[in-house]
């Protein structure tokens, strides 16, 4: 008798986990479940089971980033951000939490909201692109020229060979007047990236009559 229970002992063992509708294997199979659904779009039922891994006892700041993530995705965009800023508040280091905080503020096309949360990434991580790249474009929307084109000209210390920013930056010192400066950048600009949008438009708006 004691040799059957043996021998059976791992099969009713592996019977156990299957049966197991608690800890690590539910909150497992949630998660999965919810990165089924959002695989097909099911935007409700993936958030449907990160609700039911949060309330089960699911990583809170986890729950949070994957929440805001599926809010952004179905575009609810207010939602989104609150998810994202308590996932913040939980792990204020995470560059994640930062960035999905600042992508759904963006998208509420939100300039106030949008400067402080690229701020905030900025706070995680001081030379992030989308972060410094979002700031120089509110200050050329806002038509402060020399802030922008200090703001792109500081994006392209870390990268320097970025097309965008060395548009930014072109664009920024034409519009406040600095024509050599903007020659200068739709020159080198035109150099690696001889089809860029709008280049040669700047350039020989740069050039006309210096």
Sequence with gaps: MHRLRLLLLPYLVAAALASDTSGPAQLGQLWTDSTTAEASKDYTAALRSMQAFKEKGGDGFLASLRIGWLKYQSGQYNQAESAYARAQALKPTSLNAALGLLNAVQAQLDPRKTALAAEGVLKVQSTNYRAMMALAGLSFAQKDY????????????????????????????LRA??????????????????????????????????
Aim: net charge neutral; no cysteine.
């Design 146 to 173: 020399r802030k922008a084109a200090a703001a792109y000209d500081r994006t392209l210390l870390t990268y320097p060979d970025d097309p965008d920013a060395l548009s930014g930056a072109a664009w920024s010192a």
């Design 177 to 210: 007047g600095d024509k050599t400066g903007a020659t200068s950048a739709f020159t080198l600009l035109l150099s690696i990236s001889p089809q860029y949008a709008s280049a040669r438009q700047g350039y020989d708006e740069a050039t006309k009559a210096r």
